[in-house]
T-cell receptor, first 115, second 115 residues
Framework: AQKVTQAQTEISVVEKEDVTLDCVYE???????LFWYKQPPSGELVFLIR??????QNEISGRYSWNFQKSTSSFNFTITASQVVDSAVYFC????????????FGTGTRLQVTL | SAVISQKPSRDICQRGTSLTIQCQVD?????MFWYRQQPGQSLTLIAT?????????ESGFVIDKFPISRPNLTFSTLTVSNMSPEDSSIYLC????????????FGPGTRLTVT
């Protein structure tokens, strides 16, 4: 069975601080996909990134970066120089290969960025 | 980019009644899904909406309680039947545009409160 663990329930930082959101996953599959989604207070889920299990390159997109380490089954998300607009719940998710169905979500990490 | 809309955006319903939620996409998609997000919780997949055939339900969800239709490539409905307060949740549809992209994009959600 698949499982995604986001041990950090809530994180509070002051604007301009860097923050890392942890994600640890469990799967028996050799091919799988990992995702991060952002859910701002408005409630809509915003797709941030997809990573497949064969690609361990880290990725950077503006202030966002992701560190995928297969050896530790982790896919961590770092926000550099955080801003108030980054305040949201962030979900890490894992999908099975093949039909792209069955996204298994973690419990989410609520990030609060204050001035 | 494509627009995914849901109707209604929110509703308050009496127990024992049913509510049908619509998901409309402005371009064709390969796959559509329905998720439930209970208050303060993560997302749980209810079912995969299959075009022209019965939906594929996840463990713990049944067709009598959550009938789903998908008459074409851009539209699906989820009905929450015989509602109880435990059904109070956000219901989200998600879509995959390209089969092997494995990227799910979510609608804005329907916030349901059952009294």
């Amino acid at each position: 069975a698949q499982k995604v663990t986001q041990a950090q329930t809530e994180i509070s930082v002051v604007e301009k601080e860097d923050v890392t959101l942890d994600c640890v996953y469990e799967t028996r599959d050799t091919t799988y996909y990992l995702f991060w989604y952002k859910q701002p207070p408005s409630g809509e889920l915003v797709f941030l990134i997809r990573r497949n299990s064969f690609d361990e390159q880290n990725e950077i997109s503006g202030r966002y970066s992701w560190n995928f380490q297969k050896s530790t089954s982790s896919f961590n998300f770092t926000i550099t120089a955080s801003q108030v607009v980054d305040s949201a719940v962030y979900f890490c998710a894992l999908s099975e290969p093949g039909t792209a169905s069955k996204l298994t979500f973690g419990t989410g990490t609520r990030l609060q960025v204050t001035l | 980019s494509a627009v995914i809309s849901q109707k209604p955006s929110r509703d308050i319903c009496q127990r024992g009644t049913s509510l049908t939620i619509q998901c409309q996409v402005d371009s064709q998609v390969t796959m559509m899904f329905w998720y439930r997000q209970q208050p303060g919780q993560s997302l749980t997949l209810i079912a995969t909406a299959n075009q022209g055939s019965e939906a594929t339900y996840e463990s713990g969800f049944v067709i009598d309680k959550f009938p789903i239709s998908r008459p074409n490539l851009t539209f699906s409905t989820l009905t929450v039947s015989n509602m109880s307060p435990e059904d109070s949740s956000i219901y989200l549809c998600s879509v995959v545009f390209q089969l092997y992209s494995y990227e799910q994009y979510f609608g804005p959600g329907t916030r349901l409160t059952v009294t």
